[in-house]
């Protein structure tokens, strides 16, 4: 029998919580990221009142320097802790599938001077429309459509960019560029690229709305993926007949892998929460598994370097978070964490090598208190074991710490 019936994992897109050890080792604008600290320096250069998150512990994750404006709780109501990440990457997927239980010890192709001319090519040749070759380049996704809208709405060219991530990005006004269209293109760069040396992690369609000047990418973003290399927990429960629900961007990351049911994109970080609700209060959901991704905080606001906007974007999941607490049942477990860093005061516009935090809450919680710094992978291990399943590719249960 499971010690939790449900368990509903929430992941704050890049909401990091100080620099990893091996943080170093990964530059971001020709910076290493041994100084980053995407909560902290939030907390300390504009502010952090995140009272409900603090209430189960966020305050009392260990730190070099405590959070500013996060005050640590003498008796939290829940469990805390933070975690580092093993793979070699500091990106979407990489982090998912870590925390499913996945080590990535070869990242994905980055092309930081922009895209071969082999593959812009045969993307010309299969869409019948050329690409503008200017903004064959990492670029923030605001700016490439500000920059390049306006001469694609005049020529129907393809706008192709990058990021430090691995991924290539195809942004189209839906006047101009059909959304059927777009993905067909995105289809097959995703066929072009799935073999080294350019091995990409999703491809990316960026549709967008608007007139020059007041551009506005639109919720019908699609992501395509690579499917994980070897199982994850998510196909273990999903082999043992478990409900595995997601929301957001999750079913993208995965490849639709060992989901069973899939609650949708979100149009904003609120509308994931109301997604989320809506399953957990479903009469169908009475065993298993939730796995959602709010990613407004690093889409809308860590790649745009805006800290008051993320510190809003913060505040505004934790106004929420008791509606999610009040839509538990006694015997869940609420676990909320993230999936890298994004220091929105840091050099460059790339994610950052953080620790993570963790936060767990049950209403059946007896205890409270730190658990032991771990690695991104244990909270795949934790699920398996709850669940009476094989745990994946690494991680160590911390199940029995929970009470």
């Known amino acids: 029998m499971s010690k939790f019936n449900r368990m509903h994992l929430v992941v704050l897109d890049s909401v990091g919580i100080g620099a990893a050890p091996d943080a170093n080792d990964f530059v971001n604008a020709g910076v290493p ?38 005050p640590a709780e003498s008796n939290p109501t829940g469990y805390a802790t933070k975690l580092q990440e093993v793979s070699l990457g500091k990106d979407t997927m990489t982090g998912h599938w870590e925390i499913m239980g996945l080590n990535i010890t070869e990242p994905f192709d980055t092309f930081w001077n922009g895209f071969p001319e082999e593959i812009l090519t045969k993307i010309e040749e299969f869409s019948g429309r050329k690409v503008i070759r200017e903004a064959n380049k990492p670029y923030s996704g605001t700016a490439v459509i500000e920059d390049f809208g306006p001469r694609q709405m005049e020529t129907g060219e393809l706008i192709i960019y990058t990021s ?78 478990i409900d595995t629900y997601v ?21 904003s970080n609120s509308h994931g929460i109301d997604n989320l609700i809506k399953a957990m209060t479903s009469e169908d959901f009475k065993h298993g598994f939730s796995f959602t991704n709010l990613v407004d905080f690093d889409a809308l606001y860590g790649h745009r370097r805006d800290p008051h906007g993320y510190r ?5 999941f934790d106004q929420r978070l008791p509606e999610i607490i009040a839509a538990m049942r006694e015997d ?28 767990a809450y049950s209403p059946s919680f007896k205890g409270n208190g730190l658990i032991p710094v771990g690695h991104f992978s244990d909270i795949s291990a934790t699920v ?11 991680g160590e249960s911390f199940l029995d710490k929970l009470v």
């Open 164 to 241: 430090a991530d691995p991924v290539l990005q195809i942004a189209a006004h839906e006047d101009i560029i059909p959304l059927d269209e777009l993905y067909r293109i995105c289809e097959y760069a995703r066929s072009i690229t799935l073999e080294r040396p350019a091995l990409l992690g999703r491809i990316i369609a960026r549709p967008y709305v608007g007139e020059p000047g007041n551009f506005t990418r639109t919720s019908n973003r699609r992501d395509l993926a690579v499917s994980p290399f070897a199982p994850t927990v998510l196909d273990k429960l999903n082999e043992a007949g």
């Open 312 to 316: 809003d974007c913060l505040h505004e």
């Open 332 to 359: 869940d477990l609420l676990m909320i964490t993230a999936d890298h860093g994004n220091d929105p005061t840091y050099a460059g516009t790339d994610h950052t090598r953080e620790y993570i935090p963790f936060l």
């Open 384 to 394: 398996a074991e709850n669940f009476g399943v094989d745990k994946a590719m690494i």
């Open 33 to 70: 990221d041994g100084a980053s600290d995407t909560l902290g320096h939030i907390s300390k250069s504009v502010g952090l009142n995140v009272p409900n998150m603090a209430k189960l512990g966020l305050g009392n994750i260990p730190r070099e320097t405590p959070l500013k404006t996060v």
């Open 247 to 267: 929301v957001g961007k999750i079913n993208d990351i995965f490849n639709g892998a060992g989901i069973n049911h899939d609650m949708g994109h979100n149009k």
